[in-house]
């Protein structure tokens, strides 16, 4: 079963708008949160991560939101770019080798 | 460094064929996962080793598929024999035992069996 689970599956943003893609775990063991961003063609690339004892983390115009409490976290993209058109992944381990992802979510920004 | 390095990048087979996958791990490395892709199922994980030796191979659909890392720089993932419901893409990826679980993906292979 999915360990992680992942939405929307797909979403469609105006340039300059934001994007916000959520997940839910039940593993409360998972102790590390990485996103993955995969454009046709290429393998998954970590974009960003986050381990439980933030609730948020920010790098450029990417931010993942943490709720412990709910089991939940999401992805924010700010100002999105038609260049974040790609498929996002997020993901959870317990600080092991076991990543368990999401089923994906396809952004597609419009210029 | 040149990441992680899958061949071939596309492979196309008839079923009943043998297939072997092949990944050169990132330098200093010590972990590597091969991964599959589908549309139905997405990234599931086959196997995972650590210092050359197999973890966790529960993921290993049966027993057409097998994984081998003979040394740190290499490893192939092999299926024998070859059907259609293996098309998909493999990926394989390396990681870093210094507190940091980051995986480096490979390009990956596109398996299409007919």
């Known amino acids: 079963q999915q360990q992680v689970k992942q939405s929307p599956q797909s979403l469609i943003v105006q340039k300059g708008g934001i994007s916000i893609i959520n997940c839910a775990y039940e593993?409360?063991?998972?102790?590390?949160f990485p996103w993955y961003q995969q454009f046709p063609g290429k393998g998954p690339a970590l974009l960003i991560a986050?381990?439980?004892?933030?609730s948020e983390k920010k790098e450029g115009r990417f931010t993942i939101s943490f709720n412990k409490s709910a089991k939940q976290f999401s992805l924010h993209i700010m100002d999105s770019q038609p260049g974040d058109s790609a498929t996002y992944f997020c993901a959870a381990s317990r600080s092991d080798y076991k990543l368990s992802f999401g089923a994906g979510t396809t952004v597609t920004v419009r210029a | 460094d040149a990441g992680v390095i899958q061949s071939p990048r596309h492979e196309v087979t008839e079923m009943g064929q043998e297939v072997t996958l092949r990944c050169k791990p990132i330098s200093g490395h010590n972990s590597l996962f091969w991964y599959r892709q589908t549309m139905m199922r997405g990234l599931e994980l086959l196997i995972y080793?650590?210092?050359?030796?197999?973890?966790?191979d529960s993921g290993m659909p049966e027993d057409r598929f097998s994984a081998k890392m003979p040394n740190a720089s290499f490893s192939t993932l092999k299926i024998q024999p070859s059907e259609p419901r293996d098309s998909a893409v493999y990926f394989c990826?390396?990681?870093?035992?210094?507190?940091?679980?980051?995986?480096?993906f490979g390009q990956g292979t596109r398996l299409t069996v007919v």
């Open positions: 990826a390396s990681s870093s035992q210094e507190g940091n679980t980051e995986a480096f």
């Open positions: 080793f650590n210092n050359n030796v197999p973890i966790d």
């Open positions: 986050i381990r439980p004892d933030v």
């Open positions: 593993n409360t063991a998972f102790d590390y």
